[in-house]
């Protein structure tokens, strides 16, 4: 059953199991503008050994031919695990300040 509202509601007001339509979604949304801190990837240093592909929250490595290519700054949020997860012996990614 779909209900139609007249009114915008807070969330108390709505029905319990209610659905939102328009709910909001990567594919349309670029979530990468919430960043404060920019990965800076350094292609000569990386061992493509790929650890930053498999923890990025926001699978915003991107990866070509089993080698990584670079970072989707449109979905990349800074969070930081990328550089924190590099192996020591490459150190491949930088966290920058963003500058807007
Ligand atoms: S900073 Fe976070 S979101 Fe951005 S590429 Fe690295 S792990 Fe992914
Ligand atoms: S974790 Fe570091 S060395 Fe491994 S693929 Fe990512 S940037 Fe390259």
Redesign the pocket.
């Known amino acids: 059953m779909s209900m139609k509202f007249d009114r915008p509601m807070n969330w108390k007001e709505l029905p319990a199991g209610c659905l939102i339509d328009e709910a909001a979604t990567s594919l349309r949304f670029k979530t990468g503008d919430w960043r404060s801190?920019r990965?800076i990837w350094d292609a000569e240093k990386c061992i493509h050994c790929l650890f930053?592909w498999i923890?990025?929250?926001?699978t915003?490595?991107t990866v070509q031919d089993g080698k990584m290519t670079g970072?989707d700054y449109d979905?990349?949020?800074?969070?930081?695990?990328?550089?924190v997860i590099c192996p020591p012996k490459a150190s491949a990614?930088d966290?920058v300040r963003e500058e807007k």
């Open positions: 801190m990965p930053c923890t990025c929250p926001d915003a490595i970072i979905y990349c949020k800074g969070c930081g695990i990328c550089a990614i966290m």
